[in-house]
């Protein structure tokens, strides 16, 4: 298995709903990350993991809460969110957190969000 | 602050010819990955390139790292309408695990 699978797809919520992003990936990669993505721009890094232990958080908002349940796993808890986090939430995995081996980042194909 | 810029953003093509897709970054990295994204699409990876004069190939395109003028380049050879998408550079930036990526480069490839 060389993939990372997100869900869901797509997912419309309102400011006041919770709802959680998943990430699984089965490579035995030791790192995982969360990139948020919006129109037409680059991806930007949210978190990142690394054996299971949050390693990086770029000053996201408190609305936005990572877990990793395991080293195969990766939630990403959303509540009460703003209009302006609609985007694309990517998640990916590294075998290590250098990412400097041959294979480098695997993506998955992404939550597209959409917050009313 | 690592800044990775790319250049042209926007490149119209004509199919058959070649051009090249340049991605500068502003601080020392040995790590620089290119990636593919069509439209509401994830993130494809095409090259990983981690070492200074590295060079790789993979049908029409070609990508190259030169780590002391910072700077790899995307090469296409006679390129095909297969190939419209956005192409994005990313550099790694120190042990981290961070990615930093350029702005990308929109390509469009038309008969």
């Known amino acids: 298995d060389t993939e990372v699978t997100q869900t869901p797809k797509h997912l419309v919520m309102g400011m006041t709903n919770k709802k959680s992003l998943k990430c699984e990936q089965h490579?035995?990669?030791?790192?995982m990350y969360w990139y948020k993505q919006k129109a037409k721009k680059p991806p930007e890094l949210m978190f990142v993991?690394?054996?299971?232990?949050?390693?990086i958080n770029e000053s996201v908002p408190s609305r936005f809460s990572p877990e990793c349940p395991n080293s195969s796993l990766l939630n990403l808890h959303l509540h009460a969110l703003q209009p302006e986090d609609s985007a694309l939430y990517l998640c990916?995995?590294?075998?290590?957190?250098?990412?400097?081996?041959?294979?480098?980042?695997?993506f998955g194909s992404g939550t597209r969000l959409t917050v009313v | 602050e690592l800044k990775v810029e790319q250049n042209p953003l926007f490149l119209s093509m004509q199919e058959g010819k070649n051009y090249t897709i340049y991605c500068n970054y502003s601080?020392?990295?040995?790590?620089l990955y290119w990636y593919r994204q069509d439209p509401g699409k994830s993130l494809e990876s095409l090259f990983v390139?981690?070492?200074?004069?590295a060079v790789k190939q993979e049908g029409r395109l070609m990508a190259s790292l030169d780590t002391k003028a910072r700077l790899s380049t995307l090469h296409i050879t006679a390129a095909v309408h297969d190939l419209s998408a956005t192409y994005f550079c990313?550099?790694?930036?120190?042990?981290?695990?961070?990615?930093?990526f350029g702005k990308g480069t929109k390509l469009s490839v038309k008969p």
């Open positions: 490579m035995g990669h030791r790192a």
């Open positions: 990916a995995s590294s075998q290590d957190w250098s990412g400097a081996q041959m294979d480098g980042y695997t």
């Open positions: 601080t020392t990295s040995d790590r």
């Open positions: 390139l981690l070492s200074n004069g």
């Open positions: 993991y690394s054996y299971e232990k949050l390693s």
């Open positions: 990313a550099v790694g930036l120190g042990s981290q695990g961070n990615l930093i």
